[in-house]
T-cell receptor
Framework: NAGVTQTPKFRILKIGQSMTLQCTQD?????MYWYRQDPGMGLKLIYY???????DKGEVPNGYNVSRSTTEDFPLRLELAAPSQTSVYFC???????????FGPGTRLTVT | AQSVTQPDIHITVSEGASLELRCNYS??????LFWYVQSPGQGLQLLLK??????LVQGIKGFEAEFKRSQSSFNLRKPSVHWSDAAEYFC?????????????FGQGTTLQVKP
């Protein structure tokens, strides 16, 4: 039982490049989330999904896209990378409502 | 709108001393409240949570937190800190309607433990 896995762990992008951050969970959770963490700012919700085929925007969705074709996978797409997207990205999954979210180890992204 | 404030950005305590990390929230109804811990270079791990019942909740690693509705607070406590408790701590409130499980996080408090 691996929990929530994220790839890659680290990535450096040039401005304007695109990439996909991968997230997979093996706990059969319906709910999945993408957060970004910036120093002194806590975690901000980018997008979330309540089940396969259903996604919605969080607090800071601009510049990102997501899809959810299976229960297990919830990739995050950056189309035109900008320096403002330099951050640590965390994927999480859970059962919704008052239940715990399980976090992946994070992806550290630098855009230069 | 829901919000969470952690007034202390950085706290230093001596090993063996007691600890209290503050968390204040803004939410119209009875909130779901969480404390997560993040060790350097790691993801977040749940310490404890409150959503109903006894207002004093026990968590892992000897932590506890008390929900005080009148003060809109959910402070985290530990009677005796260990060097391994050095980490960043986040308070979070369940946000929005429905069952989405969305969380609003505070800014975090970094705990340093002196030997």
């Amino acid at each position: 039982n691996a929990g929530v896995t994220q790839t890659p762990k680290f990535r450096i992008l040039k401005i304007g490049q695109s990439m996909t951050l991968q997230c997979t969970q093996d706990m059969n959770h319906n709910y999945m989330y993408w957060y970004r963490q910036d120093p002194g700012m806590g975690l901000k919700l980018i997008y979330y999904s309540v089940g396969a085929g259903i996604t919605d925007k969080g607090e800071v969705p601009n510049g990102y896209n997501v899809s959810r074709s299976t229960t297990e996978d919830f990739p995050l797409r950056l189309e035109l990378a900008a320096p403002s997207q330099t951050s640590v990205y965390f994927c999480a999954s859970g059962a919704g409502g008052p239940y715990e979210q399980y976090f992946g180890p994070g992806t550290r992204l630098t855009v230069t | 709108a829901q919000s969470v404030t952690q007034p202390d950005i950085h706290i230093t305590v001596s090993e063996g001393a007691s600890l209290e990390l503050r968390c204040n929230y803004s939410y119209g109804a009875t909130p779901y409240l969480f404390w997560y811990v993040q060790s350097p270079g790691q993801g977040l791990q749940l310490l404890l949570k409150y959503f109903s019942g006894d207002t004093l909740v026990q968590g892992i690693k000897g932590f506890e937190a008390e929900f005080k509705r009148s003060q809109s607070s959910f402070n985290l406590r530990k009677p005796s800190v260990h060097w391994s408790d050095a980490a960043e701590y986040f308070c979070a409130v369940g946000a929005g309607s429905g069952n989405t499980g969305k969380l609003i996080f505070g800014q975090g408090t970094t705990l340093q433990v002196k030997p």
